[in-house]
Structure formats: structure tokens, C-alpha cells
């Protein structure tokens, strides 16, 4: 059974740095391109970026509204996901979801993790 | 950017009713098109990839359709599990980009 567990949110002055985490299981990770998507409160889904995988050489994308503040990474031995994100802004406040890729979308999601940034 | 633009914004509908909800590509996306429901404080769940391709698992009654610039999602008999918001997602170019979604509320 695939599974993604998201990790890290909390409260975070702005300006300030958080890094969130998703462990996955059930599934060869290294294989699969990786996304984050994040949703504001009583908002819309919004991607913010991908990662694919090693063969494609981790080529990152990402959404303008983080570029150059936010970075994705993986760690294919700890079958890891992960999403530092500094200069964070009020607007950035939001459920980070991430998700497996399967080169057609994503098709399994973890349950979310809130990051809330305010002072 | 591509723009989704999904219709309509809310519905209200009944067991058993047909459901019909539409989003429109502001450029050609071939058919780089997902379907997701979402409920109330739950993660997304994909029901249609590509277009017209059903999620493994998700119950017949829902189909896509469409190509280009103009898709739709259909539910053939509503039940009361499909009570949710629904949004259209692409993935032909970046950066990717959902619809703005489409509660579909109890009548």
C-alpha cells in the first residue's frame, strides 16, 4: 500500500525557515518524480514545485510565488521527501501536501501537514 | 501561465442526479488532464488522468472527457459519498495549475 506521511509544519515567524519532510513506503520511491502541492486556508490547491527522479537527474520545477525561496530534494536511501522553505511570507501559510508522480499527475497523496506563518 | 478555468464554482444536486462539471485550458494542453475530489479536511484523491483514463479503483460513474482546451467530468449517478469539491488539474506545461474547484453541495 502506498503511503506518504508529511512532517515538520508548525508555527514560523515570517522571514523565518521551516523544513518539511514526507517518509514514503509501499512503492519503489527512486523511481517516481515527486511533487509538492500546497492549499491556503478555505483555498484552492496550488503546485508549488517537482523533483523527478535520478535517471532524469533530480531536475527541479517550481512555482513562481517560491522560486528562489523554497527547494525540494529527495533522499532515495531514506525513501525521503523533502521541502525547505526560507524566507517564508504570510501568504506562504498552508497545508503542504506532498505527492507521487506518475508522469501523468499525481496519484496518491499524503494527508498534509500545516505550515502557519505569522508573527 | 495556463489558466484552468473550471464551471461552475458550486452546484447543488441529488442522489442520482447527473453531474456535469467543466474546465477550459487558456492554451491547447493535448490531454494533460487530471480530475480530483477533495473532501472537507481530507487530501485530493485522483479519479480521472489523462483525460478519459479512470483511477484504478474509483467507481464507473465518473468519466472524463474532452481534448484540447475544453474537458469535462462527468458523474453519472450521484451518490452521497461524491458530495466534495472537485478540481481540474494540468500537467502539460509548467507551472502546473488546478482549476479553482467546484463544490458540489446536497440539494
Known amino acids: 500500500e502506498v503511503q506518504l506521511v508529511e512532517s515538520g509544519g508548525g508555527l514560523v515567524q515570517p522571514g523565518g525557515s521551516l523544513r518539511l519532510s514526507c517518509a514514503a513506503s509501499g512503492f519503489t520511491f527512486s523511481d517516481h518524480y515527486m511533487d509538492w502541492v500546497r492549499q491556503a486556508p478555505g483555498k484552492g490547491l496550488e503546485w508549488v514545485g517537482r523533483i523527478k527522479n535520478k535517471v532524469e537527474s533530480n531536475i527541479t520545477e517550481y512555482a513562481a510565488s517560491v522560486k528562489g525561496r523554497f527547494t525540494i530534494s529527495r533522499d532515495d536511501s531514506k525513501n525521503s521527501l523533502y521541502l525547505q522553505m526560507n524566507s517564508l511570507k504570510t501568504e506562504d501559510t498552508a497545508v503542504y501536501y506532498c505527492?507521487?508522480?506518475?508522469?501523468?499527475?499525481?496519484?496518491?497523496w499524503g494527508q498534509g501537514v500545516l505550515v502557519t506563518v505569522s508573527s | 501561465d495556463i489558466q484552468m478555468t473550471q464551471s461552475p464554482s458550486s452546484l447543488s444536486a441529488s442522489v442520482g442526479d447527473r453531474v456535469t462539471i467543466t474546465c477550459r485550458a487558456s492554451q491547447g494542453i493535448r490531454n494533460d488532464l487530471s480530475w480530483y475530489h477533495q473532501k472537507s479536511g481530507k487530501a485530493p484523491k485522483r479519479l480521472i488522468y489523462a483525460a478519459s483514463s479512470l483511477q484504478s479503483g474509483v467507481p464507473s460513474r465518473f468519466s472524463g472527457s474532452g481534448s484540447g482546451t475544453e474537458f469535462t467530468l462527468t458523474i453519472s449517478s450521484l451518490q452521497p459519498e461524491d458530495f466534495a469539491t472537485y478540481y481540474c488539474?494540468?500537467?502539460?506545461?509548467?507551472?502546473?495549475?488546478f482549476g479553482q474547484g467546484t463544490k458540489v453541495e446536497i440539494k
Open positions: 488539474l494540468q500537467y502539460n506545461s509548467y507551472p502546473w495549475t
Open positions: 505527492g507521487r508522480d506518475t508522469d501523468a499527475s499525481i496519484d496518491y
